[in-house]
């Protein structure tokens, strides 16, 4: 379990050269300008993340709540820590002018990591978020889902206690639900390794991820192969970390605590210089589009050392294995999180 952690945090830090593109993001037959932010139809989303113990899950939240296609229902902390999640989240979403999102406190779990955003939040008060705090926030999952009157994506960007709660509480979700996760490694490892790895996600809770990766739902993960590889660097990371939104300023702040929590237990990161590697952000991505990524319909099965193993008795889940276009990914990313709000 430890290993998974150490190399968790010791490859989000390892950096990856991108393609810089001018203008808009133009890619394999896919345009990203100014019009293509107007979707007709929203997305509704709940977002389920273990925010506070690795900070992309910070960049995928603020990146949910710049991109116009997603509706986010609600938010829930996921793997333990329950409180402390849901006042980082209540009190990000407040920071941003977003309270009108619903806030859920998930279950209680054994949880193996630190918790490392917890300056950030010192001070506020939880019970004082402007909008809905879910103190149940499985039930108030099912219960959105339950009463949507369309198809409800689940975007999940760490272990998954409380999606297995839900599912055991309310089989029927996955009639009306699909998976969406930032879970597993298919052909590559943490940084690009060409061994796959037993990615922290799926470690902490195999028997939970196992649940989620078998349930009778559509199931899309974007497992290290596709993940593990973001990070921004040079004038693509300036752009966000110059820019000055509410949005973008409450990230920084947060990457900078963070940074000085893993520094002060001896490692060396410069938040003025690169982004860590920006997992989760895929996950969103992938609840909006596919385009840029190589998907591939497979058996998987979870065993109880966290590794997401091809086999044909498992069960049939679609994965981004492969990035067709890296840097527009990049590109994209790094024009939501600083596009204005409209």
Same mark, same amino acid.
């Given at each position: 379990?430890?290993?998974?952690?150490?190399?968790?945090?010791?490859?989000?830090?390892?950096?990856?050269?991108?393609?810089?593109?001018?203008?808009?993001?133009?890619?394999?037959?896919?345009?990203?300008?100014?019009?293509?932010?107007?979707?007709?139809?929203?997305?509704?989303?709940?977002?389920?993340?273990?925010?506070?113990?690795?900070?992309?899950?910070?960049?995928?939240?603020?990146?949910?709540?710049?991109?116009?296609?997603?509706?986010?229902?609600?938010?829930?902390?996921?793997?333990?820590?329950?409180?402390?999640?849901?006042?980082?989240?209540?009190?990000?979403?407040?920071?941003?002018?977003?309270?009108?999102?619903?806030?859920?406190?998930?279950?209680?779990?054994?949880? =193996?990591?630190?918790?490392?955003?917890?300056?950030?939040?010192?001070?506020?008060?939880?019970?004082?978020?402007?909008?809905?705090?879910?103190?149940?926030?499985?039930?108030?999952?099912?219960?959105?889902?339950?009463?949507?009157?369309?198809?409800?994506?689940?975007?999940?960007?760490?272990?998954?206690?409380?999606?297995?709660?839900?599912?055991?509480?309310?089989?029927?979700?996955?009639?009306?639900?699909?998976?969406?996760?930032?879970?597993?490694?298919?052909?590559?490892?943490?940084?690009?390794?060409?061994?796959?790895?037993?990615?922290?996600?799926?470690?902490?809770?195999?028997?939970?991820?196992?649940?989620?990766?078998?349930?009778?739902?559509?199931?899309?993960?974007?497992?290290?192969?596709?993940?593990?590889?973001?990070?921004?660097?040079?004038? =693509?990371?300036?752009?966000?970390?110059?820019?000055?939104?509410?949005?973008? =300023?409450?990230?920084?702040?947060?990457?900078?605590?963070?940074?000085?929590?893993?520094?002060?237990?001896?490692?060396?990161?410069?938040?003025?210089?690169?982004?860590?590697?920006?997992?989760?952000?895929?996950?969103?991505?992938?609840?909006?589009?596919?385009?840029?990524?190589?998907?591939?319909?497979?058996?998987?099965?979870?065993?109880?050392?966290?590794?997401?193993? =091809?086999?044909?008795?498992?069960?049939?889940?679609?994965?981004?294995?492969?990035?067709?276009?890296?840097?527009?990914?990049?590109?994209?990313?790094?024009?939501?999180?600083?596009?204005?709000?409209?």
């Amino acid at each position: 379990m430890r290993t998974a952690l150490h190399h968790h945090v010791e490859r989000s830090l390892a950096g990856v050269l991108g393609i810089a593109v001018v203008g808009c993001v133009v890619s394999l037959g896919t345009v990203w300008c100014e019009a293509a932010d107007q979707p007709a139809k929203k997305i509704p989303v709940i977002l389920s993340t273990d925010i506070g113990d690795d900070i992309d899950d910070t960049w995928a939240l603020a990146l949910a709540l710049q991109c116009p296609e997603i509706d986010l229902k609600i938010v829930v902390g996921d793997y333990g820590n329950p409180v402390p999640r849901a006042t980082l989240i209540a009190k990000f979403l407040e920071t941003v002018g977003r309270t009108e999102i619903p806030v859920g406190v998930g279950c209680e779990s054994p949880c =193996k990591a630190k918790f490392n955003q917890a300056k950030w939040i010192e001070g506020y008060d939880l019970a004082k978020y402007p909008g809905k705090v879910h103190q149940d926030g499985v039930q108030a999952m099912i219960d959105i889902i339950m009463g949507s009157a369309e198809p409800i994506t689940l975007v999940c960007i760490g272990p998954v206690p409380n999606i297995a709660e839900a599912l055991r509480r309310e089989p029927r979700i996955v009639e009306k639900a699909k998976f969406v996760g930032m879970h597993g490694s298919i052909y590559r490892g943490y940084g690009g390794n060409p061994k796959p790895s037993a990615e922290w996600n799926v470690v902490c809770d195999p028997a939970a991820c196992r649940a989620a990766l078998t349930a009778k739902w559509p199931v899309l993960i974007t497992p290290l192969d596709t993940c593990g590889v973001v990070v921004l660097r040079g004038e =693509k990371y300036a752009k966000v970390r110059d820019n000055d939104s509410p949005i973008t =300023k409450a990230l920084m702040e947060n990457y900078r605590v963070w940074s000085d929590a893993h520094n002060a237990r001896g490692a060396k990161i410069d938040p003025r210089q690169a982004s860590s590697t920006l997992f989760d952000t895929v996950a969103v991505y992938l609840a909006i589009a596919e385009d840029l990524c190589e998907i591939e319909s497979l058996p998987v099965r979870v065993d109880d050392k966290g590794m997401t193993l =091809k086999d044909p008795a498992g069960a049939t889940i679609r994965a981004a294995v492969r990035w067709k276009d890296l840097g527009a990914f990049e590109d994209w990313l790094v024009d939501r999180l600083t596009k204005k709000a409209k």
